[in-house]
C-alpha cells in the first residue's frame, strides 16, 4: 500500500485541530493502520497529547535543515502501530532557518522521502501549525490531502477561505500539483446552540461533498483526554467524542478509497 500523506491545517488556532490530528491518527491505528504522526507546531500539544515529553532537540527542526534524518527523530508511543516525530518550543526558530536554506518549500517533501519509499507506514498525518508560515507551506509541499478541521462558530467561513485559497496557490504554483482538499471536519458543535447547527448549514452549503457527514461534538471528556496524554478512543472508549472520531475515520478511509478508485482524467 501506498503511504499517504494528510497534512491538517487552519491558520486559526483554537479549532480543534490538534485533537483531530490526534484522535484520527489513533483511530486509523486502532484499525490495523501504521501510522506516524509529525507534531510541526512549536506549541507541541499533538506531542503532550500522545503522552510523549516535550524534550529540546527531540523535534524534526534538524532534519529539516538536513543535518539529521527524520527518522532518527521517530519515537514509539503507548498505542500499538502509533508513532510520532515530537514538536517542541525550539520550532519556532525554525519557520527563520529554513526560510534562508535552499529549497525552503521541500525540506519536508526531501526529508519524508526515504521513511515513504520504506513503506513503512500506511499513514503520515502532520499537524501543522496555527499560522499558513514555512512549516505550514512545507506540510502543504509533503502531502497528498489537506484535512481542514473548522470549529462550529462565526468565523469558521474566513478560515476556510484562506486555506482553501492557499491551496489552490500551492496546486498552481508547482510546489505541489497533487495536493487534494480531503475534507473539511466541523468540530466542537454544540447540539445547544442555534449557532453550531447554522453554521454547519452554512459552511455544507458552500463547501458541499467536501465537509465530512461526522460533526464532532464539543465534549468534557475530549477536552480532558490530552492532559491524560491519551486521544479520546483510549482514554474513554464509549465517550461521545470517541464515537464521532471513529466514524469519521471510517469515513476519511471510504473517501481515499473512492479516491484511489477513479480514474485518472
Not at 126 to 135: K, M, T
Not at 146 to 160: H, K, N, S, T, V
Not at 171 to 199: C, E, H, K, W, Y
Amino acid at each position: 500500500m501506498t503511504t499517504r500523506v494528510i497534512a491538517v491545517a487552519n491558520q486559526k488556532g483554537g479549532v480543534g485541530k490538534t485533537t483531530t490530528t490526534v484522535n484520527v491518527s489513533a483511530c486509523l491505528a486502532s484499525v490495523g493502520k501504521r501510522v506516524l504522526l509529525i507534531d510541526l507546531d512549536p506549541q507541541a500539544n499533538a506531542t503532550s497529547g500522545l503522552g510523549i515529553d516535550k524534550i529540546d532537540g527531540a523535534s524534526s527542526y534538524q532534519a529539516l535543515l538536513g543535518t539529521t534524518t527524520l527518522a532518527e527523530k521517530i519515537k514509539p508511543t503507548a498505542f500499538e502501530r502509533l508513532e510520532v516525530v515530537p514538536s517542541e518550543v525550539d520550532m519556532c526558530g525554525a519557520e527563520i532557518e529554513i526560510a534562508r536554506a535552499e529549497n525552503h518549500l521541500q525540506r519536508m517533501t526531501q526529508a519524508l522521502q526515504p521513511i515513504i519509499a520504506a513503506h513503512r507506514y500506511d499513514f503520515i498525518l502532520i499537524d501543522c501549525p496555527p499560522s499558513l508560515g514555512i512549516l505550514t507551506l512545507n506540510a502543504f509541499a509533503a502531502s497528498d490531502y489537506l484535512m481542514i478541521p473548522l470549529q462550529c462558530e462565526y468565523y469558521a467561513l474566513e478560515g476556510i477561505s484562506m486555506s482553501h485559497r492557499v491551496l489552490s496557490q500551492v496546486q498552481q504554483s508547482g510546489i505541489n500539483p497533487r495536493l487534494q482538499l480531503l475534507g473539511v471536519v466541523m468540530t466542537m458543535f454544540d447540539s445547544r446552540t442555534r449557532l453550531s447547527a447554522q453554521v454547519v448549514s452554512d459552511v455544507r452549503e458552500h463547501f458541499k461533498d467536501t465537509v465530512f457527514e461526522t460533526v464532532i461534538p464539543r465534549t468534557t471528556r475530549l477536552a480532558e483526554a490530552p492532559s491524560f496524554g491519551k486521544p479520546i478512543i483510549h482514554y474513554d472508549k464509549y465517550s461521545a467524542g470517541a464515537a464521532a472520531y471513529e466514524v469519521l475515520t471510517g469515513e476519511l478511509l471510504q473517501r481515499l478509497e473512492k479516491k484511489h478508485a477513479a480514474p485518472i482524467a
